[in-house]
């Protein structure tokens, strides 16, 4: 069965600062990997995926991610948070077993950003 | 175009009363999905729906847990005798499911709370 992990909790940064949210998957085949962001009292919207190709991939509100076949990760980048950054940040993976398509979220990471 | 609704937005309930949770997903998507979101938790898969097939319940908790969607579209959840630790935010997902591991679109939830 797939899983993914989030190490970091809470994340703090100053507003301009860089950022990477660390995402670790188990899972035996090639992975669907997703990142979503969720603000507070929303529901969860896509950053961005990866499927297949290119291992960095770019996604919406100057997000990137890079999937590292050998360390397993999928971390999420941005190299200058805004302080409408904050939020929580959701790495997920995605099996199709045949019969359905699921996804397994990891426990998310609270990015709170200083100004 | 309109995306998942959800509603109601919140609902308080006593425990032991029976609460049903109403899902429309993005018009023309084939695929539904419930999942839960307790307090510090990630989020859990719950059920999935696709067209006519067979719902995979596997993630579903307890019996006291189940779901139905009329005529390919809206879907229910209704959680009978609820408790303390149903408490949760429930998500619900769409996708077109044309074929494998595909974006799910998310509505902004029901945040239920059992007393």
């Known amino acids: 069965a797939q899983s993914v992990t989030q190490p970091d909790i809470h994340i703090t940064v100053s507003e301009g600062a860089s950022l990477e949210l660390r995402c670790n998957y188990s899972y035996g085949a090639t992975p669907y990997l997703f990142w979503y962001v969720q603000s507070p009292g929303q529901g969860l919207q896509l950053l961005l995926k990866y499927f297949s190709g290119d291992t960095l991939v770019q996604g919406i509100k100057g997000f990137e991610a890079e999937f590292k076949r050998s360390q397993s990760s999928f971390n999420l980048r941005k190299p200058s948070v805004h302080w409408s950054d904050a939020a929580e940040y959701f790495c997920a993976v995605g099996a199709n077993t045949g019969t359905a398509s699921k996804l397994t979220f990891g426990t998310g990471t609270r990015l709170q950003v200083t100004l | 175009g309109a995306g998942v609704s959800q509603s109601p937005s919140n609902k308080v309930t006593e425990k032991g009363k029976d609460v049903e949770l109403r899902c429309d997903p993005i018009s023309g998507h084939t695929a539904l999905y419930w999942y839960r979101q307790s307090l510090g938790q990630g989020l859990e898969f719950l059920i999935y729906?696709?067209?006519?097939?067979?719902?995979?319940k596997s993630g579903l908790p307890s019996d006291r847990f189940s779901a139905e969607r009329t005529g390919g579209s809206v879907s229910t959840l209704t959680i009978q005798r609820t408790q303390q630790e149903d408490s949760a935010v429930y998500l619900c997902a769409s996708s077109p499911r044309t074929s494998g591991v595909e974006t799910q679109y998310f509505g902004p939830g029901t945040r239920l709370l059992v007393l």
């Open positions: 729906f696709q067209g006519n097939s067979a719902p995979d």
